[in-house]
């Protein structure tokens, strides 16, 4: 039991801002929400009130993000693109070189995977995300699990109250389009890459989902991510339908020189989440993207308030995947997920607006803390024997990374472990590996289900037929070569380690990206440096660069 007191933003349906409330928090919980000086409802009364000295918002909810890659620095994306397909296919040797060829060579290493899950997830809370896409894992080239950890993983709840979203689909159901419609006619919500890019390829991916009879293969099931392509009478038709998108405006500037027409999706009255795809052409976090959706509301008279933002990673998300009565929103009954900014004398939506990393004071799930300033996370009941003292920003934080469900390989692992493994696993990228088939993983031993690396038959970016035609490769070809790297025996270092293969790819040694965009200097150099930025947004967004 705890209770904590500051400004309240309840993100409720009136969008009550409370000054001066308390939080009152009872397994996981919120039990009461009640002002200041008011008497603690039953069972409280010996519960110490503890003062945040910010402004309380709902966890941080994303529903776009490929986490594992965000170990990785921003790519430098060479031109704009017309569509997914022509970046990532076996024709760009950058994209295997930077991005997927290191992350083939982090996730079949059993120390580099536990890692690479602990970094990812630190990421998300160090910048205010409590849920978010699952990190998935393999113990074989097909069965596919999802990492249990601190963050709450859509794919995986574990909670029938917070039914699971899927975001792959089998190959059958990527590639006949009366599949895909029975699958979404489902139970679980379906969170997949939509009509990503600018041209007409991309454009069909969207308009393969009608069907011969005039049907559209789109329910309430359907969360369609980027939607780049989509004009207004196609937004028109996914509302029409039930289905939502989100939104991800910097990785479709940085890879094809626009973002969706949001304009026309807020006319349609498209439910709208944010997402910050992942590190090599996003944000870094929410809190990033959420600057970059605000100036390009501003650049183009998007009717947006702050409000609205913050609803786009709070309430709405929740909403969209039907969890609306348990997350999302501070009110009673509501699961205690909540973020502390410092500071109340701003406007409350915009203190969330304008933070950075630094200015979070505590990340809480479910009522644990998992992140704060040492006055915060103490007095909230956090032992301090088992927390991790970190710097963000150059001020003090702690981290609670006890859970007694996660996973127990990532359990062992620290922040400062994990760092260092990364980065020495990083900087070895030259000897670590060369190209070769995969056949299969070791039995038993866990590897991260990465592009190239496992192949399960499953799609996050269906192609359905279009005109007698597919819109695009569902899966990876057979013929083209992977990685291959050998299992590192028990107390032999990543440094060093040389593997004899044919047709080498020459991996260069990259530098691990830091955890957070306040500390993060080379981040902002790098978007000085993106041609297919917007001028007006790179200025803008090179005006947030930390002092």
């Given amino acids: 039991m705890l209770a904590i007191s500051g400004r309240v933003v309840t993100m409720d349906s009136t969008n009550a801002v409370l000054p001066h409330h308390v939080l009152y928090v009872d397994g996981g919980t919120i ?277 609205d933002l913050v609803a786009m990673v709070t309430k709405t998300p929740a909403v969209m995947l039907g969890w609306g009565s348990q997350v999302g929103t501070l009110a009673t009954g509501y699961r205690a997920d909540l973020v502390v900014v410092a500071g109340t004398s701003a406007d409350p939506y915009q203190v969330l607006l304008d933070a950075t990393e630094a200015d979070l004071r505590l990340v809480m799930i479910e009522g644990t803390p998992r992140v704060g300033v040492p006055a915060l996370l103490l007095p909230l009941g956090v032992a301090a024997a088992g927390t991790e003292a970190i710097q963000v920003g150059g001020q003090p934080r702690l981290l609670n990374l006890v859970e007694a469900v996660a996973d127990v390989s990532v359990a062992r692992v620290s922040m400062s472990q994990a760092t260092q493994l990364l980065t020495a696993a990083l900087h070895d990228l030259p000897t670590s590996a060369k190209v070769s088939k995969l056949s299969r993983l070791p039995r038993g031993q866990v590897r991260l289900a990465v592009e190239g690396l496992v192949d399960n038959r499953k799609s996050s970016r269906p192609h359905l037929p279009y005109q007698g035609h597919v819109t695009g490769p569902n899966f990876r070809t057979a013929q083209e070569p992977r990685l291959l790297v050998r299992p590192i025996p028990k107390r032999t270092s990543l440094k060093g380690l040389a593997l004899a293969a044919a047709a080498p790819l020459a991996l260069p040694a990259l530098a691990l990206d830091p955890v957070t965009a306040v500390d993060n200097p080379g981040y902002y150099d790098q978007l000085s440096t993106e041609t297919n930025l917007p001028g007006n947004l790179k200025a803008a967004l090179l005006a947030l660069r930390p002092a």
């Fill in 31 to 307: 039990r009461a929400v009640r002002p200041v000086g008011q008497p603690p409802p039953p069972g409280f009364e010996a519960v110490t009130v503890v003062p945040s000295g910010g402004t309380i918002f709902p966890g941080l909810i994303e529903l776009h993000n490929h986490l594992p890659y965000d170990v990785l620095s921003l790519w430098k994306v060479p031109k704009p693109y017309g569509n997914r397909d022509q970046w990532s296919g076996p024709g760009n040797p950058d994209y295997r070189r930077l991005i997927t060829g290191p992350m083939q060579v982090l996730g079949a290493q059993p120390d580099a995977t536990a890692a690479v899950v602990r970094y990812s997830e630190m990421r998300c809370l160090l910048g205010g995300t409590t849920t978010s896409q699952g990190i998935t894992l393999a113990k074989s080239s097909s069965i596919v699990t999802h990492f249990r950890g601190l963050v709450r993983n859509v794919e995986r709840t574990d909670d029938v109250l917070l039914p699971p979203a899927l975001t792959h689909i089998a190959d059958v159901e990527a590639s006949q389009r009366d599949k895909f419609l029975k699958r979404l006619s489902g139970k679980k919500k379906l969170i997949l890459h939509l009509a990503e890019g600018v041209d007409g390829p991309a454009a069909q991916h969207f308009a393969s989902l009608k069907g011969d009879d005039g049907t559209w293969a789109i329910t309430s099931n359907l969360i369609g991510i980027h939607c780049v392509a989509l004009t207004e009478p196609d937004f028109t038709i996914l509302a029409g339908h039930g289905g939502s998108m989100v939104w991800s405006p910097l990785s479709n500037f940085l890879l094809y020189g626009k973002t969706a027409d949001v304009g026309a999706a807020l006319r349609q009255k498209v439910p709208m989440a944010l997402g910050s795809d992942w590190a090599p052409s996003g944000s870094k976090n929410l809190l990033g993207e959420l600057k970059v959706a605000r100036l390009t509301a501003a650049a183009t008279n998007l009717p947006l308030t702050s409000a």
